[in-house]
C-alpha cells in the first residue's frame, strides 16, 4: 500500500504561481501544518520576489515592508524553492506544471487596472495608477515610462489607498524622498516637477471613502501643504450617516475630513484638494494631450440591495489640468490554461478553488489566494486568512488527488536548463539585495533599486562570479 499523500514519504509538492504576500502566506500555512511534509516551489515572473511589498508599496512606507522579514525565512526553508525570472505560460506552461506538482496555487494578484470607459482616456496624460505606482517604486516593467509633471494641477481619479499614495508622491518634497527607496529615475523627474495642486476625485460621499485613517492623517503632516475640503461636499444624508454606525473607519475618515474643512488655509505653495460626489464623464484634451477633464456632480441613490450609488445630476464641471491618474480598480489579468471570468477580472473559485468559468465544476488541484480570488481588498494582512482559508481547501481535497507524480526533483530544474531560462533562485536574489542595500547605504536611504531587468540579471551574474 503506497504512503499517503503528505506523508514523509510521499511528500506533498505545490506550486506556487507568484511570490508576493498572497503567495508567502500560503507557504507559511501549508509550512505549519502538523504531521504535513510539503514541497513547495515558488514561480514568479519577476526575478525579484514579494510582489506589491517590494513594488506597490510607496517608498515613504518602509515600516510596511518590513514584513518581508517573515517571507525570508520562509524562503529559506529546506523545502522550499524560488524560481524567479520564470513566466507561467512561456517558460513552464499550464500543462507541465500540472503534471509535476500535485497542487497549484495562483497567487498572482491583479496586475491591471480597470478603465473609465469614458471619452478621451486615452489621450497623451491619461494614465493608470498602476503604471505610475509602478514607475515611481522601480517596477523592471516601467522604468521608461514619461510623465508630464510640467503642469501645474493633477487630477487622481478615485480615493482609495492607491490614490491617496499617488497624491501624496506628487505633493511631497524630493528631498524626503530621496531618504526612501524611491526609484532614481521618478526622483529625478519629481525634482523637476512643477505640480503644485492634486485633485482627487471620489464618485459618492466621504461615508462611502475607501482609503484608511492612517492614509488620510498623512497629510497633515506633509510641510508647505494645505489640504482642501468643502465643508458642504462632508454633508451626510440620512443613509450615508446611518452607515457609520459601527464603521469605526469610515466614521474616523469623517471627523478626520471635516477637521481638514475647519481648518484655515495658509496659502501653502502646495494643496491637496479632495472632492466628493462627482464622477469623470470626459477627459478633455488638445492636439492629443489632456487639457482638462470633465466632471459631473452626483446624488446617491439607493440600490435594490441597499448600496448607495452615485447617480448623475446633469451639473457639470471642468477642472483644468495637465495629467489624469485613474486608480478605479484592478484586474487580474488571464493565464493560459487557467479559468478566468472576464467580467470580474478574477480567477472563478469557491472558497479558493479554481472552478470552471462555464460551469462551476472545480478543477482538482487547483487553487488561488489573495487578489486573483477576492478582487482588489484588504491590506497586505488582510491576504494571511484569505491563504489559510483556501490551504483548509486544499488540505479537505488531499485524500481525493490522483498518485504524486514520481518525478525526481531536479525534474522542474532540467526542464528550466533545457530551454535556457534564467531562472533566479532565492540565493541570487539575496545577491541583488545585498547589491542594492550596499548602494543605499552609500546614500544613506534603505537601497536603491535595480530597475531594469538586464541589470538585474547582471549584477546576479557578477556576483555569483565573485
Same mark, same amino acid.
Given at each position: 500500500?503506497?504512503?499517503?499523500?503528505?506523508?514523509?514519504?510521499?511528500?506533498?509538492?505545490?506550486?506556487?504561481?507568484?511570490?508576493?504576500?498572497?503567495?508567502?502566506?500560503?507557504?507559511?500555512?501549508?509550512?505549519?501544518?502538523?504531521?504535513?511534509?510539503?514541497?513547495?516551489?515558488?514561480?514568479?515572473?519577476?526575478?525579484?520576489?514579494?510582489?506589491?511589498?517590494?513594488?506597490?508599496?510607496?517608498?515613504?512606507?518602509?515600516?510596511?515592508?518590513?514584513?518581508?522579514?517573515?517571507?525570508?525565512?520562509?524562503?529559506?526553508?529546506?523545502?522550499?524553492?524560488?524560481?524567479?525570472?520564470?513566466?507561467?505560460?512561456?517558460?513552464?506552461?499550464?500543462?507541465?506544471?500540472?503534471?509535476?506538482?500535485?497542487?497549484?496555487?495562483?497567487?498572482?494578484?491583479?496586475?491591471?487596472?480597470?478603465?473609465?470607459?469614458?471619452?478621451?482616456?486615452?489621450?497623451?496624460?491619461?494614465?493608470?495608477?498602476?503604471?505610475?505606482?509602478?514607475?515611481?517604486?522601480?517596477?523592471?516593467?516601467?522604468?521608461?515610462?514619461?510623465?508630464?509633471?510640467?503642469?501645474?494641477?493633477?487630477?487622481?481619479?478615485?480615493?482609495?489607498?492607491?490614490?491617496?499614495?499617488?497624491?501624496?508622491?506628487?505633493?511631497?518634497?524630493?528631498?524626503?524622498?530621496?531618504?526612501?527607496?524611491?526609484?532614481?529615475?521618478?526622483?529625478?523627474?519629481?525634482?523637476?516637477?512643477?505640480?503644485?495642486?492634486?485633485?482627487?476625485?471620489?464618485?459618492?460621499?466621504?461615508?462611502?471613502?475607501?482609503?484608511?485613517?492612517?492614509?488620510?492623517?498623512?497629510?497633515?503632516?506633509?510641510?508647505?501643504?494645505?489640504?482642501?475640503?468643502?465643508?458642504?461636499?462632508?454633508?451626510?444624508?440620512?443613509?450615508?450617516?446611518?452607515?457609520?454606525?459601527?464603521?469605526?473607519?469610515?466614521?474616523?475618515?469623517?471627523?478626520?475630513?471635516?477637521?481638514?474643512?475647519?481648518?484655515?488655509?495658509?496659502?501653502?505653495?502646495?494643496?491637496?484638494?479632495?472632492?466628493?460626489?462627482?464622477?469623470?464623464?470626459?477627459?478633455? +484634451?488638445?492636439? !492629443?494631450?489632456?487639457?482638462?477633464? *470633465?466632471?459631473?456632480?452626483?446624488?446617491? &441613490?439607493? =440600490?435594490?440591495?441597499? /448600496? $448607495?450609488?452615485?447617480?448623475?445630476?446633469?451639473?457639470?464641471?471642468?477642472?483644468?489640468?495637465?495629467?489624469?491618474?485613474?486608480?478605479?480598480?484592478?484586474?487580474?489579468?488571464?493565464?493560459?490554461?487557467?479559468?478566468?471570468?472576464?467580467?470580474?477580472?478574477?480567477?472563478?473559485?469557491?472558497?479558493?478553488?479554481?472552478?470552471?468559468?462555464?460551469?462551476?465544476?472545480?478543477?482538482?488541484?487547483?487553487?488561488?489566494?489573495?487578489?486573483?480570488?477576492? +478582487?482588489?481588498? !484588504?491590506?497586505?494582512?488582510?491576504? *494571511?486568512?484569505?491563504?489559510?482559508?483556501? &490551504?483548509? =481547501?486544499?488540505?479537505? /481535497? $488531499?485524500?481525493?488527488?490522483?498518485?504524486?507524480?514520481?518525478?525526481?526533483?531536479?525534474?522542474?530544474?532540467?526542464?528550466?536548463?533545457?530551454?535556457?531560462?534564467?531562472?533566479?533562485?532565492?540565493?541570487?536574489?539575496?545577491?541583488?539585495?545585498?547589491?542594492?542595500?550596499?548602494?543605499?547605504?552609500?546614500?544613506?536611504?534603505?537601497?536603491?533599486?535595480?530597475?531594469?531587468?538586464?541589470?538585474?540579471?547582471?549584477?546576479?551574474?557578477?556576483?555569483?562570479?565573485?
Amino acid at each position: 500500500m503506497s504512503a499517503p499523500l503528505g506523508s514523509d514519504e510521499c511528500p506533498l509538492r505545490v506550486a506556487i504561481i507568484g511570490a508576493g504576500p498572497a503567495g508567502f502566506y500560503a507557504a507559511e500555512a501549508l509550512l505549519k501544518q502538523p504531521g504535513l511534509a510539503v514541497h513547495i516551489d515558488f514561480i514568479n515572473r519577476l526575478p525579484t520576489p514579494y510582489g506589491l511589498v517590494r513594488e506597490g508599496v510607496a517608498p515613504d512606507h518602509q515600516s510596511i515592508k518590513s514584513v518581508t522579514r517573515v517571507y525570508a525565512k520562509l524562503a529559506a526553508g529546506t523545502t522550499v524553492r524560488y524560481f524567479g525570472n520564470v513566466t507561467f505560460g512561456h517558460d513552464l506552461t499550464h500543462e507541465e506544471i500540472k503534471a509535476r506538482y500535485d497542487q497549484i496555487i495562483y497567487a498572482v494578484g491583479a496586475q491591471s487596472d480597470r478603465r473609465m470607459n469614458i471619452p478621451g482616456e486615452d489621450l497623451v496624460g491619461s494614465q493608470p495608477a498602476t503604471q505610475f505606482v509602478g514607475w515611481y517604486n522601480g517596477h523592471p516593467d516601467y522604468p521608461d515610462l514619461v510623465f508630464d509633471l510640467s503642469h501645474e494641477r493633477v487630477v487622481v481619479v478615485g480615493n482609495g489607498n492607491v490614490a491617496m499614495d499617488v497624491a501624496r508622491i506628487l505633493l511631497t518634497d524630493p528631498d524626503e524622498l530621496a531618504k526612501t527607496d524611491i526609484a532614481d529615475h521618478a526622483l529625478t523627474a519629481l525634482r523637476a516637477s512643477r505640480v503644485r495642486e492634486v485633485v482627487m476625485l471620489g464618485r459618492r460621499g466621504p461615508a462611502q471613502a475607501a482609503f484608511t485613517n492612517p492614509e488620510l492623517k498623512e497629510f497633515a503632516a506633509i510641510p508647505d501643504l494645505d489640504v482642501l475640503v468643502t465643508a458642504a461636499e462632508l454633508e451626510l444624508d440620512p443613509l450615508s450617516a446611518a452607515s457609520l454606525v459601527g464603521d469605526k473607519i469610515s466614521a474616523r475618515n469623517v471627523e478626520l475630513l471635516r477637521g481638514y474643512a475647519a481648518k484655515p488655509l495658509t496659502n501653502a505653495p502646495k494643496r491637496f484638494v479632495m472632492r466628493f460626489f462627482y464622477s469623470p464623464v470626459e477627459v478633455l +484634451g488638445t492636439n !492629443g494631450y489632456v487639457t482638462g477633464l *470633465k466632471i459631473e456632480r452626483n446624488t446617491l &441613490v439607493q =440600490a435594490p440591495n441597499g /448600496d $448607495l450609488r452615485p447617480q448623475g445630476t446633469g451639473e457639470f464641471e471642468t477642472l483644468t489640468c495637465g495629467m489624469v491618474i485613474r486608480s478605479v480598480g484592478y484586474r487580474s489579468v488571464p493565464l493560459p490554461g487557467v479559468p478566468y471570468n472576464h467580467t470580474i477580472g478574477l480567477i472563478p473559485n469557491v472558497a479558493g478553488r479554481v472552478v470552471q468559468q462555464e460551469n462551476g465544476e472545480p478543477v482538482l488541484g487547483e487553487y488561488v489566494v489573495g487578489w486573483a480570488k477576492r +478582487g482588489p481588498s !484588504g491590506v497586505i494582512g488582510t491576504n *494571511k486568512p484569505d491563504a489559510a482559508a483556501t &490551504v483548509v =481547501a486544499m488540505l479537505e /481535497d $488531499l485524500p481525493h488527488l490522483p498518485a504524486a507524480p514520481s518525478l525526481d526533483e531536479r525534474d522542474i530544474l532540467d526542464l528550466l536548463h533545457k530551454r535556457e531560462v534564467a531562472y533566479v533562485t532565492y540565493a541570487d536574489w539575496r545577491l541583488l539585495d545585498t547589491h542594492e542595500i550596499a548602494l543605499g547605504a552609500a546614500q544613506g536611504r534603505p537601497r536603491v533599486k535595480v530597475t531594469r531587468l538586464a541589470e538585474m540579471l547582471a549584477v546576479i551574474r557578477q556576483a555569483r562570479n565573485g
